[in-house]
C-alpha cells in the first residue's frame, strides 16, 4: 500500500531551527511536495523537490533522497506565524497527490 | 483575483439529506480536485477532474458525485449524507502537470447529524 509517515507533533523555540521529516512508500514517484496549513485555513504551497538534493528558499528549505523515500522540510529563524501544520504529500505513478497527516509544529516564546 | 471559492463556509445537514458542495475558481486551471479532512488523517481524495468534461474516482469516492460541465466550477454532491461523511471538505485546483502545485479553497465545514 501507499504510505506517507511524518511526527504529529513538534515544538519548537522561537529563532531556532526545526526539521520535520517525511519517509514515503508509494507506487511511483513523481515528486514530493509541502504545504503549510494553519489552524482552520486551507493549505498553501511550500515547495516541490523530483530530483535528490536541497531546494532552498527563503528560510525555508526542503532535501529529498529518492533512493530512501525520504525527505525533510528546514525552517529557520523561527517565527511565531510559523505555528502550524506541515503536510507532506507524494505524487504517485497516477499523478495523484498521497497525502501524510501532517506535523503540527508549536512555536514558544 | 479570487482564485478559488467555495460555498457554503459551513453547514449542518441531516442524515439522509441531499447536499450540493459548491466549487469556483478563476484561474483557468485544467485539473480540479475534492478532498476530504478528517483530524488524524491526511488529505484524502474524493473524486478529481483533469479537464472539463472528464472526471476519475480518488481514494474514497463512495457516497458522493462530481460533474465538470466546464472549466470553472466542480460541484461535489451528497446524494444522502451519512455521519461518517461529517468532515471539512477542500477543493483544489492545478495546471494539471506532474510537479504544478495545487491550490486550495477555503473549505466547507460539513456536519452531518
Known amino acids: 500500500g501507499q504510505n506517507i509517515d511524518q511526527p504529529t507533533e513538534m515544538t519548537a523555540t522561537e529563532g531556532a531551527i526545526v526539521q520535520i521529516n517525511c519517509t514515503y512508500q508509494t507506487s511511483g514517484f513523481n515528486g514530493l511536495f509541502w504545504y503549510q496549513q494553519h489552524a482552520g485555513e486551507a493549505p498553501t504551497f511550500l515547495s516541490y523537490n523530483v530530483l535528490d538534493g536541497l531546494e532552498e528558499k527563503g528560510r525555508f528549505s526542503s532535501f529529498l533522497s529518492r533512493s530512501k523515500g525520504y525527505s525533510y522540510l528546514l525552517l529557520k529563524e523561527l517565527q511565531m506565524k510559523d505555528s502550524a501544520s506541515y503536510l507532506c504529500a507524494v505524487m504517485d505513478s497516477n499523478y495523484q497527490l498521497i497525502w501524510g497527516a501532517g506535523t503540527k509544529l508549536i512555536i514558544k516564546p | 483575483t479570487a482564485g478559488i471559492t467555495q460555498a457554503p463556509t459551513s453547514q449542518i445537514l441531516a442524515a439522509g439529506r441531499s447536499m450540493t458542495l459548491r466549487c469556483t475558481q478563476d484561474m483557468r486551471h485544467n485539473a480540479m480536485y475534492w478532498y476530504r479532512q478528517d483530524l488524524g488523517l491526511g488529505l484524502r481524495l474524493i473524486h478529481y477532474?483533469?479537464?472539463?468534461?472528464?472526471?476519475g474516482k480518488g481514494e474514497v469516492p463512495d457516497g458522493y458525485s462530481v460533474s465538470r460541465a466546464n472549466t470553472d466550477d466542480f460541484p461535489l454532491t451528497l446524494a444522502s449524507a451519512v455521519p461518517s461523511q461529517t468532515s471539512v471538505y477542500f477543493c483544489a485546483s492545478s495546471d494539471g502537470g506532474g510537479g504544478d502545485e495545487q491550490f486550495f479553497g477555503p473549505g466547507t465545514r460539513l456536519t452531518v447529524l
Open positions: 477532474s483533469n479537464t472539463a468534461g472528464t472526471t
